[in-house]
């Protein structure tokens, strides 16, 4: 099982950024895909969550109207779209992908940085 996020790096306060996760090693439609996010000094957080079955999204809501996910099935790929970052969006982002309590995987992630 493999999750390799990129499209992380450094942009200017309303700047946008698109990260990537491809997957590989298990049955990608079936599972749940999720952006998680870790500050530093601060616990990883929930940012935005798209389901197998329905495509249905869910965001945090301090990224909600700004950030948007999405999957490509046919790719094994889920993105966020981030749009008018801010400061207090730089963190490391995780891609999560879930289909029970024994199938739970993470990236290594992706630094995104937002500074003038």
């Known amino acids: 099982v493999q999750l390799v996020e990129s499209g992380g790096g450094l942009v200017q306060p309303g700047g946008s950024l698109r990260l990537s996760c491809a997957a590989s090693?298990?049955?990608?439609?079936?599972?749940?895909m999720s952006w998680y996010r870790q500050a530093p000094g601060k616990g990883r957080e929930l940012v935005a969550a798209?389901?197998?079955?329905?495509?249905?999204?869910n965001y945090a809501d301090s990224v909600k109207g700004r950030f948007t996910i999405s999957r490509d099935n046919a790719k094994k790929t889920v993105y966020l779209q981030m749009n008018s970052l801010k400061p207090e969006d730089t963190a490391v982002y995780y891609c999560?992908?879930?289909?029970?309590?024994?199938?739970?995987?993470w990236g290594q992630g992706t630094q995104v940085t937002v500074s003038s």
């Open positions: 798209i389901s197998s079955a329905t495509g249905n999204a």
């Open positions: 999560n992908a879930k289909f029970s309590m024994s199938a739970d995987y």
């Open positions: 090693g298990f049955t990608f439609r079936h599972y749940a």
